[in-house]
């Protein structure tokens, strides 16, 4: 039996989906009060329990041999909680995700985090898998390009901070299922971290491109210089501490994340999707879901 941990994020269900699909039996960690609207519940087990303690989540554990993470890496100490209350029962194999914002060269607290919860997992001595994946994309939950459609679509523009040349690589959601599911019990792949990422680069510029083609819709895009674009966000962040708007979020645009998924298609088989077939499917559920949504009495 596998336990999945952070069942209810927006990685989650299709995570689930996926391998209740090649027939694994999964067990669901879920806090009370978690909207479990998404899971499967007549093929899935909810065990409610958190991860304030080790304590508290050893019972879930029982009869389980496999764990898939899906709970930020930032939160260290969660992460210990976990990786203690696996090593007191006879679980071993452990599948954690994780992100390339580890590997972006400037120095942020959460990628400082991030790295401290991979140093306790490869520290450990359990059968560990870390996938680091890029950006993710898929359905209405994430906050990356789901929200860059509803505001495109709402205001008739976007902000781009720079010239749009840099690289990114988001990957689908799906995808990401995907290479949990053949990672999972592969033993190549025991003790070993993997990127885990789109099917190739493209520059911001052309993304947005891509969105306009796929949305059918007329947009301006506003460039807006990197540096300028700091020192007015810092300013802003002085008057408003609490805003998720940080100085550094601009610089990393200038920044290309781009990456090699060379060694987890060797080991694993992982082949991942284009952007423009990610982000096509993307705004056919979102319009499905309006459809559905306007439908509602």
Sequence with gaps: ????????????????????????????????????????????????????????????????????????????????????????????????LSSTTVLVPLKNHIKDAKLESEEMITSSNLDWTILRASMIYGNEDDRNYSR???????????????????????????????????????????????EICGREPVKYKDMLEIIRKEIKKPFRVIRLPIKLSMFAVSVYARFFPNSSLKPDMIERMAIDKSYSYEEASRDFGYAPGSFEHGIKKLICDMSLEKDNNALEP
Excluded at 35 to 60: A, E, V, W, Y
Excluded at 68 to 91: F, G, P, Q, V, W
Excluded at 164 to 180: F, H, K, M, R, T
């Design 1 to 96: 039996m596998i336990l999945a941990v952070g069942a209810t994020s927006f990685v989650g269900p299709p995570v689930v989906n996926k391998l209740l699909d090649e027939n694994y039996e999964i067990k669901c960690l879920v806090r009370t009060g978690s909207n479990t609207f998404k899971l499967q519940k007549g093929r899935t087990r909810l065990t409610s329990g958190n991860l304030l303690s080790p304590d508290s989540i050893i019972s879930c554990l029982e009869n389980v041999d496999s764990v898939i993470c899906l709970i930020d890496l930032k939160h260290t100490d969660l992460i210990k909680n976990l990786l203690e209350a696996i090593s007191r029962t006879t679980a071993r194999r452990v599948v954690f």
């Design 148 to 194: 860059m459609i509803k505001f495109i679509n709402k205001h008739g523009f976007f902000i781009m901070f720079g010239d749009g040349s840099n690289l990114i690589q988001p990957v689908y959601v799906e995808d990401v299922a995907n290479a949990i599911a053949l990672s999972l019990n592969n033993k190549k792949t025991r003790r070993k971290t993997y």
